[in-house]
């Protein structure tokens, strides 16, 4: 950065910062988008200090050996402003988030823990909705809320309510998905539609705000992951869900932790209005968060079966092929236009942002 | 610069002096303010918006007349594509 | 979409790629301005598959890009105040001042919102009365109407506690910029499609006719770019340097009336610096002085803030074509999209972040980081 730069510090003061942008001397927004500065943050300052390898396999969740079987472990904190928006509320985030977590990882979701932080002033209606959403969405789920925990902090932190859960799954036998285990030739498919969560969110943000037909996706993976135990096995490599950083971030960190490369194909499925939402704003689809899609990396020979398998839920039944697993570029995730030129897609620095350009 | 997309003004109305309507970008909407080109649009017309304003209104005629000329060079070129290849079968260079 | 979705039908465009590769005699070098057309050529690939045909040169055309340093650092010394709301497009969050950029200050307090429409920060101002509220007014001519509407309308309903800080550019000195350079290898321009919706392209022909470059006014869709090419490269093959308009749908030779109007009511040519390439004069935009109260260097005193570029970064020579992104000796070593030297790099259609994805893929040696 500019050592000869000639702003008077009074100008700034109480502003200049005291390190240059690359060290971040402070937690920036772009450190939770799921981008590279939250891959820089877990890598340089939670992974040295808590690293063991449950923790490095960097999962949806973590596997830990139990009396002689495994079980997965996960968590998950809910920070979204609005609480309420199109499709949902901060509620069903909480417990779909979690079990699509365990999901992942090939688990059977069954306890969850829910812990909250509310901000004083916090409308009771707003709370009991968030609560009624978390005990219906569970009940369908499958899993129970065992233990819990409130805290209560001074008005204006919080936006309102922060929530965090953390849950428990069981795992079969030989069911063991993972990041790290693509192969070049796996098919990678959706299961459903991309952009809705994050669009939806973006409607209602002030500033940005507009209408449209757009709501939050969130729904329980898990039916789908059960179906893919059942008609695929261990032809399922990864699962993951495409949630902040969308569809991009996902296939980055799979390409990065199998050291493979990615190739999409021309097109994405993504609903007209998220795409004239996203036009609009000129966001692209690719790295906008979902709540209810997940990727699947495949074996070739398993590809018919397994989008059958996800096609027999209405949670999968837009579920489709966007590309493949290739030996070049590895850790690349790259994009093959219509005009048959390549377009490489990165993760993002932090969140995107609308442009004007 | 210039992020513009096309869209349909469903709604026209008056917000304090400054004409402004809602326009549809295929399924979403939102308010556009029209006070560069309120003298030729009404409800149903296509305007090109940047930062929530029209710019432009789109000029339908031409937008197909000149597809339809790019449309017909496209397929132009698949007939002679097709006859280079009917002219190399028969052994004559194109 | 409609008068969208159709302009990228795939079949069409390779159609298109293939009549100018089969319509050139010798290899072409043509600029498009607009870093929304970049966007749209990087995006598809358009420059990788013309390959022996054209070369395209990325032009100046982002303002994110060529907001001078010192603008910027003003930006964060306002975002920084506590009774100000500072609100800005999106895109000059991330775009790298002397020392931080806005979501920095965002992260140490600063109340920095992003709108869509100048209009919301001006709704903002009269939801907020107790603060200042100031709007970062960047762009080329397509967006000094929507500028301008800002300020006229605040003043209008008497909104006093808004202001905006401007940094407009105008395209033709640019390209002249560029075209007077004894290094410029530019043959051929598409100029910028919304830039000439509401300009027009009058003033254009003049400069097709001093350089001799043919100039066409085109589009942001895959079948917009490659027919504007295909238009610049017949004329270059025909000899012919005239001012053709592929955007038809859209722009009229006169432009929006209407909108150079209250331009020209609300705002006055000034000198005005481009961030990695100077003073280019009569280049920019600046508040008349009957509108001294919404003028926010005026209003805050910001006048004293001055700022220097830092030396590693070439965005200068990038930003007119003279440099590959890939032949900086700071690209990719001191300057990649995470540590952006300059805003080439943080802008997503800037020439640097463009090539930063596309030269890795190239290179092929290169791992994610």
């Known amino acids: ?86 499709g949902g509320n901060i509620g069903h985030l909480a417990v779909h988030g979690t079990v699509n ?59 309102g309510l922060y929530v965090n859960t953390t849950g428990v799954g069981f795992l079969s036998e030989a069911f063991r998905p993972s990041p790290d285990l693509a192969r070049p030739g796996d098919s990678i498919l959706v299961s459903g539609p991309l952009g809705r969560h994050g669009m939806a969110i973006m409607a209602v943000r002030e500033g940005l705000s507009f209408d449209a037909d757009i709501e939050s996706d969130t729904a329980s993976l898990s039916p789908l992951v059960t179906s893919l135990r059942e008609s695929v096995g261990e032809g399922v490599r990864c699962l993951r869900d495409a949630t902040r950083g969308g569809l991009a971030s996902a296939l ?38 979902n709540e209810g899609v997940m ?63 | 610069m210039c992020l513009g997309i096309p869209g349909r003004i469903i709604e026209m109305a008056d917000d304090a002096g400054l004409p402004v309507g809602t326009v549809d ?31 432009s209104k789109v000029d339908e005629e031409e937008a197909k007349r000149t597809f339809e000329v790019l449309r017909e060079m496209s397929q132009l070129d698949e007939l002679e594509w097709m006859a280079d290849l009917a002219d190399a079968a028969e052994g004559v260079s194109p | 979409m409609k008068y969208l979705s159709e302009y990228r039908d795939p079949d069409m465009a390779r159609a298109l790629v293939d009549r100018i590769r089969r319509s050139a005699t010798r290899r072409w070098t043509l600029m498009e301005v607009c870093g929304g057309q970049t966007h749209t050529i990087v995006k598809q690939g ?59 200050i965002k992260a140490r307090g600063g109340n920095v919102r992003v709108v869509y429409s100048p209009l919301d920060a001006v709704e903002i101002a009269r939801k907020n009365p107790d603060k200042e509220v100031v709007f970062f007014a960047v762009g080329f001519e397509t967006t000094a109407p929507a500028n301008a509407m800002a300020v006229w309308r605040a003043r209008e309903l008497g909104v006093e506690n808004f202001s905006v800080l401007v940094s407009h550019v105008t395209v033709p000195p640019a390209m002249v910029a560029i075209l007077e350079d004894p290094e410029n290898r530019v043959q051929g321009f598409l100029a910028a499609g919304h830039v000439c919706t509401i300009m027009g392209w009058e003033e254009y022909e003049p400069l097709a006719e001093r350089y001799r470059v043919p100039i066409v006014v085109t589009g942001f869709e895959p079948l917009d770019i490659l027919e504007g090419i295909w238009m610049a490269i017949r004329q270059l093959e025909d000899g012919r340097h005239e001012v053709e308009n592929q955007y ?39 508040l008349r002085s009957e509108f001294a109260p919404y003028d926010a260097e005026r209003k805050f005193g910001l006048e004293g803030i001055r700022a220097e570029e830092s030396r590693d970064c070439h965005a200068g020579e990038v930003l007119k074509g003279q440099l590959k992104p890939y032949e900086c000796p700071a690209f990719g070593g001191l300057c990649t999209p995470e540590r952006p030297l300059g805003a080439p790099m943080v802008s997503s259609e800037g020439a640097c972040a463009a090539y930063y994805n596309f030269g890795r893929m190239k290179a092929g040696t290169v791992t994610a980081s």
């Not at chain 3, 432009?255 to 920019?284: H, Y």
């Open chain 3, 46 to 104: 358009i420059h990788e598959v013309l390959g022996e045909a054209v070369e395209m040169i990325h032009g100046p055309g982002c303002p994110v890009c060529v907001t001078p340093l010192e603008q910027i650092d003003r930006a964060l010394h306002l975002a920084a105040r506590p009774d100000v709301i500072f609100t800005s497009f999106g895109d000059m969050l991330r775009v790298p001042g002397s020392e931080c950029d806005l979501l920095a």
């Open chain 3, 248 to 286: 038809v749908r859209s722009v009229r030779r006169e432009g929006n009336r209407s909108a150079q109007k209250l331009v020209t009511t609300v705002f006055e040519l000034v000198d005005r610096g481009w961030r990695g390439i100077g003073t280019i004069p009569g280049s920019g935009l600046g």
């Open chain 1, 101 to 159: 977590d365990l999901a992942m990882m090939g688990a059977v979701p069954r306890y969850l823990s829910a812990g909250f932080v509310l901000e004083e002033g916090l409308d009771m209606a707003v709370l009991d909705r968030v609560l009624d959403a978390m005990a219906e969405t569970a009940a369908a789920c499958g899993v129970e809320i065992v233990t819990g925990d409130t805290k209560v902090v001074d008005r204006g932190k919080a936006d």
């Open chain 1, 252 to 289: 980055n960190e799979i390409a990065s932790a199998s050291g493979v490369g990615v190739e999409l194909a021309g097109s994405v499925p993504v609903p007209p209005p998220v795409e004239a939402a996203c036009e609009m704003l000129g966001l692209d689809p690719l790295y906008v968060a």
């Open chain 1, 1 to 86: 950065m500019s050592a000869t730069s000639t702003l008077r510090s009074s100008a700034l003061q109480g502003v200049a910062c005291p390190t240059p942008v690359v060290d971040h001397a402070k937690v920036l927004l772009g450190h939770g988008s799921g981008g590279k500065l939250s891959a820089q943050l877990l890598r340089d300052r939670f992974l040295p200090r808590f690293g063991n390898r449950y923790l490095e396999a960097l999962g949806d969740g973590a596997r830990v050996p139990v009396e002689g079987t495994e079980i997965v472990v996960s968590t998950d904190t809910f920070v979204v402003s609005p609480l309420e928006f199109p």
């Open chain 1, 295 to 357: 990727v699947a990396f495949v074996a070739p020979e398993a590809e018919a079966r397994a989008l059958a398998a996800m096609r027999a839920h209405p949670v999968g039944e837009h579920a489709t092929k966007v590309g493949r697993v290739v030996p070049e570029h590895p850790g690349m995730v790259v994009l093959r236009t219509a005009l048959g030129g390549t377009r490489v897609v990165d993760m993002l620095p932090g969140d995107q942002l609308p442009r004007i350009c």
């Open chain 2, 25 to 55: 970008f295929g399924g979403v909407r939102r308010e556009v303010c029209l006070s560069y080109v309120a003298d030729e649009v009404g409800v149903g017309d296509y305007v090109v918006v940047h930062v929530g304003f029209a710019i």
